[in-house]
């Protein structure tokens, strides 16, 4: 999709707001053609070459009425322009989170949290400012056109030597703002790199200081800060720069008038009403032109914007970004998506580019549908689920999991193991859909699951990540997560996570405050109440990740033990090295390098795997075991 063709999408989305904007500014940019003529008006009513039957006083009061309605105007100007901008600027930011939400996980970005904010806010607001100064172009013209027409009819010889030196400055200066694009998108690059920077340092203040590195991350942020700087000081500067030519023309427009007029006003062929109008039209004028050069240059800022739009999309259809929805404003109108946008259309991959604004509508419309559904789906009861051959490495480092096969029969406990970096999580977020799969196929009950991510969600699947986050919100919303707290799961679910004594350790119990603006808790409590958030939720399958990373042996044992025993007819794949969670395992599959060295039960593996006798026994051995 061309930067004009974005553009266009962005106008038709809300057209009568786009054209109420427009109207209003055309009569503001036009309303000063009246009060150019009233003004000479005046001048010729005093120089006695015009009569008027309301006197001097009458020609003042038709001044001052058209001042006023002009400030009435403008406020007018301003609620059109605000109500356009916020529309158009809510659309694409709930665009792209909706996207960034339906997007795999654990790939929902392709840049640092920093960058992504950034493009939230800068590259959003910069195509707002495009759309609305385009609105200015059309009164802007439109009085040119007008007022070309009263002063040739005044005086052509000077309205060509007034305006066409003028024109020709401020068109030299256009010609350099092709520069402006290259700073801007340096200066914006510099931009995001610091406000990702201190985004990690916020993030990372204790492994800083337990480093010691406060001087050379300190020295690092220093660097990237002089770059931006170096970068935004060119930018201001040929922005500032093409903007004080604009200003300065007026002057050297008022200049050539005064002197052109001057020999005219002597030989009787020109009359101070004349002047006055020529000079009021002036400042117009240049205002048009100064306004095209800052349309042109929000519209190639706007092309840059688009451009990291695009990215955030990750290879899906650009037209996303500006695909009909409601932003929770008025009535939702026919073609807009209600719930998520078409993020997963083409499976966020680079599906051909939607041709019309009809067909993206419908795109969103289905994917509104689709997600509606997903989130209300309920798939008949595990028997069995198949994975064969499930593949992916990550682009970055060529690694990852490859050809996979697993079979998880209902009710059974199958535990994937291995070395440091053997591939296990990438195993489990393959399987969940949290990373795109490059091959494969699940099957469950032996029917192919075509999205992974819209379908291992609850009820079909619950999941503990290795390292869980949690919100700056009570420990009782964090586990929830939005879910009504009824029926006792709440209790049953902290208890089968073994955390009912660090809640009762608490002051203020689950109605602790916690998360990064709460109470600090512990990694093991924060692991235990992600494992709480998922054994709340109603689950035919139960994936966890490492718990180990986090629990001594002890906690993980009774979690282990208060899983078999209460799990019921649940399914459960872990990630574990521990033998509490080994021996119990009906299955176990040892990973090596990303594909699969051994499997079966913990005797078996006992017999014939090296990598499993290490794992096995290196819980006993304290310096090497993770316990
Ligand atoms: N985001 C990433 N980008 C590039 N490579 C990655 C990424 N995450 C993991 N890898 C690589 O993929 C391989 C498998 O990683 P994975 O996290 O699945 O291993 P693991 O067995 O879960 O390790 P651990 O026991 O440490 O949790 C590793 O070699 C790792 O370096």
């Not at 699951?449 to 009570?474: C, G, H, M, N, W």
Request: hydrophobic content about 45%; charged content about 20%.
């Amino acid at each position: 999709m061309s930067t004009r063709h974005f553009f266009w999408r962005l106008l038709s989305y809300r057209p009568v707001f786009y054209f109420a904007n427009l109207f209003a500014w055309m009569i503001i940019h036009m309303a000063p053609l009246l009060v150019g003529l009233i003004t000479k008006a005046f001048f010729d009513y005093l120089e006695g070459n015009y009569d008027f039957p309301y006197g001097v006083w009458g020609i003042a009061a038709l001044l001052v009425a058209a001042a006023l309605g002009r400030i009435v105007l403008i406020a007018g100007g301003f609620w059109t322009d605000a109500s356009y901008r916020f529309r158009i600027s809510a659309l694409l930011r709930r665009n792209m989170l909706a996207h960034v939400l339906k997007e795999p996980g654990a790939k929902a970005i392709p840049c640092s949290p920093g960058e992504a904010i950034s493009n939230f806010r800068d590259d959003v607001d910069q195509s707002e400012e495009a759309m609305s100064w385009s609105v200015d172009m059309f009164g802007l013209i439109g009085f040119v056109i007008v007022s070309s027409y009263i002063l040739i009819s005044i005086d052509g010889q000077m309205t060509f030597f007034v305006f066409v030196p003028l024109i020709l400055v401020v068109t030299a200066a256009q010609v350099a703002t092709t520069r402006i694009q290259k700073y801007r998108a340096a200066s914006r690059a510099a931009t995001a790199k610091v406000t990702s920077s201190i985004s990690e340092m916020f993030s990372n203040v204790q492994a800083i200081q337990v480093a010691g590195a406060e001087s050379r991350i300190v020295r690092r942020f220093e660097r990237l800060s002089d770059a931006r700087r170096e970068s935004m000081v060119k930018d201001k500067l040929i922005t500032e720069a093409l903007s004080s030519v604009f200003t300065n023309s007026v002057n050297l427009g008022t200049g050539l008038i005064l002197v052109l007029a001057g020999y005219k006003m002597r030989s009787g062929t020109f009359s101070v009403g004349d002047l006055s109008l020529f000079i009021y039209y002036l400042t117009f004028v240049t205002q048009l032109i100064s306004n095209v050069g800052n349309f042109m240059t929000f519209y190639k800022q706007m092309a840059i914007s688009f451009g990291r739009l695009k990215d955030m999309l990750q290879g899906a259809p650009a037209w996303i970004l500006t695909a009909p929805a409601y932003i929770g404003l008025g009535k939702r109108r026919w073609g807009e998506a209600a719930v998520a946008v078409a993020g997963n259309v083409g499976g966020g991959t680079a599906a051909a580019d939607a041709k019309s604004a009809k067909a993206a509508a419908k795109a969103a419309r289905e994917s509104g549908r689709a997600a509606e559904g997903a989130a209300e789906y309920r798939a008949e009861p595990l028997q069995v689920l198949e994975v064969r051959g499930l593949t992916y490495r990550y682009p970055e480092t060529g690694r990852g999991i490859q050809d996979i096969d697993l079979r998880l029969a209902r009710g059974s406990f199958t535990v994937v193991t291995g070395m440091i970096g053997s591939g296990k999580t990438t195993l489990l977020r393959a399987l969940l859909g949290l990373l795109p799969a490059e091959g494969g196929e699940i099957a469950w009950n032996g029917r192919r699951v075509e999205a992974p991510a819209d379908f291992f969600v609850p009820p079909q699947s619950a999941y503990t990540a290795q390292i869980p986050r949690l919100y700056s919100d009570k420990l009782r919303n964090n586990i929830l997560l939005g879910l009504p707290d009824d029926g006792g799961s709440l209790e049953q679910a902290l208890h089968a996570a073994v955390m009912e004594d660090d809640v009762a350790q608490l002051q203020h119990g689950l109605d602790t405050m916690v998360g990064p603006r709460g109470v600090k808790l512990s990694g093991g409590q924060v692991q235990r109440t992600a494992a709480a958030r998922m054994l709340v939720r109603d689950a035919q399958l139960y994936v966890f990740d490492d718990l180990s990373s986090a629990l001594d042996v002890e906690t993980e044992r009774k979690l282990w033990e208060r899983l078999f025993r209460d799990r019921g007819e649940a399914t459960c794949l872990v990630v574990s090295h521990r033998k509490a969670a080994l021996s119990h395992a009906d299955h176990i599959i040892v990973l090596k390098d990303g594909t699969i060295e051994a499997e079966g039960t913990a005797e078996q593996l006992l017999a014939v795997s090296d990598s499993f006798r290490q794992l096995w026994h290196g819980e006993e051995r304290p310096a090497s075991g993770p316990a």
